[in-house]
């Protein structure tokens, strides 16, 4: 049936509370009668538990009166007790139709909420947990969607809930609403649902604020709605293959004006009603209008025309202007503005490097020794170089393009050699770096003779940083003309007199300090045979030595350090000892020496040969019997612990046989039986003769 308007607002105005059950003007018909209808019963309800109360105490106020025996006749207890039997017959009648209609309302209400059970001041009994969750979506959805807009002229900004920290919670409280008079026994349930008969039972939506998440979002807003003001400019831009100046308008900038935010958001959400913040901000204007910029353009539009001309002697060069310029700004006043422009060195660069390979030229370092007082000689001149400063260059660039100018004069710097540069505090010729050390007990005159001459011409030179020092091109021809005498020399097959004999023990003693220095050794070689002098003192091994044989062997080795060596020795005839000293500056290197050497090889037989230079039947010794021997002496470099370096000088040393000369008679015959301990080759055996590479002794 149909309800109008007017007679439900008369049945509001009787019962104030109808429209907690859920009649209004606007429901359907369906509903109201279903509202009616839970009216009904929770009333009947409330009745029948009234009526049971009161049963129960007239019963049990009969039943009292006749067991304890209030003076009264027979016949009177007789209808008390008759009354008493009929009132608890009537008790039990209801309270069966009691039950049965509680049975009823547990049946109606099995997934509903109760009577009384409110959410938000708004009456749910009746509804299923599902459509309490509609209703609530309904009322609060939108809002937890967006509870908060933000408005700045005519945009909007309508951030999500979660963004600025606002939550809302209604499922906690419909489930508590859900759950009244359904929890603990059947005496606690129907309880609850007794007290909700008188007193409605009301829950409330849970609405909770964040600030620091709030403020976090306010930020990126005002950083969103504020921007700063642009001052008009000049850029530099390609148009059609040419760069161009361009003016760059000016752009007023925008300012938030601040809000109270934490106050507005102090009210409290009781309501799903949003809330409405109105921003405000202010326009801030260039400081450099873009009249201002327009009226200095035509300026920089000719300090990028044309070209700069670099003047060397004998060399021109040219370099755009357009190609230096990268940006320019406005400096000065606003009534009297400037242009500073901005050059990029990288786009000079390219010529820059080609002045400077064009212009430079190397000094030529003068060749020196160090004399015996400890002066240095000269002993070749060096030259000046050149070079560009190029730093001062890209400063006169840079000046010349300010300026308008178009010529600039390349600026050069001359190279002074280095050895000129420095001092004795530099050069440390007093510091040793390294020594070798040889012996030469038991040599002749003659040999001791070409030592000191060889050893004296090495004596005092001095190897620059990066180059290569080669005994022979240092020490010269070894001749009679440069203060040599005839001495020992070992050819293919014998030992025998030749100029220079001894030059070796100054080969071999440089060799050493060399190596002991850690500087790279580039060519060294073996002697053909075991030299006796080479293994003199204790920590010589057989191998440590090095040969020479002009021109085809020589001993080098090449300075890798930054500073100048010098090469300085130390001659001692009493001691027949000879030294070098490597002098300069501390390079820093440790070395290690370890030797390895085989088993002995057996000399070969005796080798007796006739003569003319001896009378008949004298003889001479010219060779001793040496056994072969193959050696390493292997090297390792370390500089600070870390090895820099190893390597490895082999010898091979071959079995050397006794040889003696005999004077033959003027037929050609000579007698050998007076060398000591020869044996006739039938007796032993002619033994083989091997051809060695030739060496100096």
């Known amino acids: 049936m149909l309800f109008t308007r007017g007679w439900g607002a008369a049945r509001r105005r009787h019962n104030p509370g109808w429209d907690s059950y859920g009649v209004g003007p606007e429901t359907d018909p369906q509903t109201i009668s279903q509202g009616c209808l839970s009216v009904w019963i929770a009333k009947t309800r409330k009745w029948c538990w009234m009526f049971l109360h009161i049963l129960l105490l007239v019963w049990l106020g009969n039943l009292i009166l006749a067991v304890v025996g209030w003076p009264m006749s027979t016949s009177r207890r007789k209808i008390l007790l008759m009354a008493s039997a009929g009132a608890f017959g009537c008790s039990a009648a209801a309270i069966a139709g009691v039950v049965a ?18 959410v938000d001041g708004e009456d749910f009994e009746g509804l299923t947990l599902l459509e309490a969750r509609a209703r609530m979506e309904d009322r609060w959805g939108a809002f937890a969607a967006s509870p908060v807009v933000f408005r700045l002229g005519q945009r909007l900004w309508e951030p999500a809930g979660r963004e600025i920290g606002v939550e809302v919670d209604y499922q906690i409280p419909l489930a508590a609403a859900y759950a009244w008079g359904r929890r603990g026994g059947w005496g606690t349930r129907l309880g609850e649902q007794r007290r909700t008969l008188d007193v409605a039972k009301e829950w409330r939506t849970s609405v909770t ?81 873009t009249t201002v910029v327009t009226s200095v353009a035509e300026t920089a539009r000719k300090l990028i025309t044309g070209h700069i001309e670099l003047m060397a002697p004998g060399h021109r060069w040219s370099v755009a202007r357009e190609t230096l310029a990268t940006d320019m700004e406005i400096v000065g006043s606003v009534a009297a503005p400037e242009i500073r422009m901005n050059l990029s060195y990288g786009a000079f660069e390219p010529v820059a490097w080609e002045i400077a390979s064009t212009v430079r030229v190397s000094a030529v370092e003068p060749k020196i020794r160090v004399d015996r007082d400890g002066s240095i ?32 004069n390349v600026p050069i710097v001359l190279l002074k050699p280095e050895i000129t540069q420095l001092g004795k505090e530099k050069l440390q010729f007093d510091n040793m770096i390294s020594e070798g050390v040889s012996l030469y007990w038991g040599s ?54 030749g100029v220079g004999g ?74 027949e000892a000879l030294t070098f000293r490597l002098m300069g500056p501390s390079i820093g290197r440790e070395v290690e020496l370890d030797a390895w050497q085989s088993e002995e090889i057996e000399s070969p037989p005796m080798r007796v040969e006739p003569t003319t230079e001896l009378p008949a039947g004298e003889i001479e010794k010219t060779d001793g019997a040496i056994p ?39 037929d050609g015959s000579f007698d050998p039986t007076a060398i000591p301990g020869y044996v006739s080759p039938e007796a032993h055996g002619e033994g083989a003769s091997s051809t060695p590479d030739a060496a100096e002794s």
Not at 102 to 118: L, Q, T
Not at 225 to 235: D, E, G, H
Not at 381 to 392: A, H, L
Not at 466 to 491: C, K, M, Q, Y
């Open 101 to 118: 209609f509680v049975a009823v309302g547990e049946a109606r209400y099995a997934n509903r909420m109760y009577p009384g059970v409110r």
């Open 444 to 497: 002749s005159e003659n040999r001791i003779h070409n030592i000191d001459v060889g050893s004296r011409l090495i004596d005092g030179t001095v190897v620059p940083p990066g180059e290569t020092f080669s005994f022979n091109a240092t020490v010269g021809p070894v001749t009679e003309r440069a203060g040599f005498v005839e001495g020992l020399v070992i050819a293919p097959d014998r030992t025998e007199p």
């Open 502 to 575: 001894g030059i070796c023990q100054v080969s071999t003693t440089l060799f050493r300090a060399v190596f002991w220095a850690g500087l790279p050794i580039n060519e060294r070689w073996q002697h053909v045979y075991r030299v006796g002098y080479y293994e003199l003192g204790s920590s010589n091994p057989p191998g440590f030595d090095a040969a020479i044989w002009q021109p085809a062997q020589d001993l080098t080795f090449t300075n890798d350090t930054p500073h100048h060596i010098y090469i300085k020795r130390v001659f001692d005839p009493e001691e």
């Open 628 to 666: 072969g021997l193959k050696t390493i002496v292997h090297r390792k470099v370390l500089i600070n612990g870390r090895v820099l370096f190893k390597d490895n000088f082999l010898s091979s040393f071959v079995p050397w046989p006794e040889r003696w000369v005999v004077g033959q008679a003027e």
């Open 209 to 289: 604020f964040d600030p620091h998440v709030f403020m976090d979002y306010v930020e990126r807003l005002i950083a969103e709605i504020s921007y700063p003001a642009i001052n008009a400019s000049l850029r530099i831009q390609n148009q059609g293959g040419r760069r161009q100046v361009a003016v760059v308008p000016a752009r007023a900038g925008r300012e938030f004006i601040p809000v109270d935010f934490m106050a507005i958001m102090s009210r409290t959400f009781d309501t799903p009603q949003r809330l409405l913040i109105e921003l405000e901000a202010r326009t801030i204007s260039a400081e450099v209008a």
């Open 377 to 408: 000689v000269p002993l070749i001149e060096g030259t000046p170089g050149r070079m560009i400063d190029t730093e001062g260059l890209w400063t006169r660039v840079r000046e010349a393009f300010d300026s308008g100018s178009n010529l600039v």
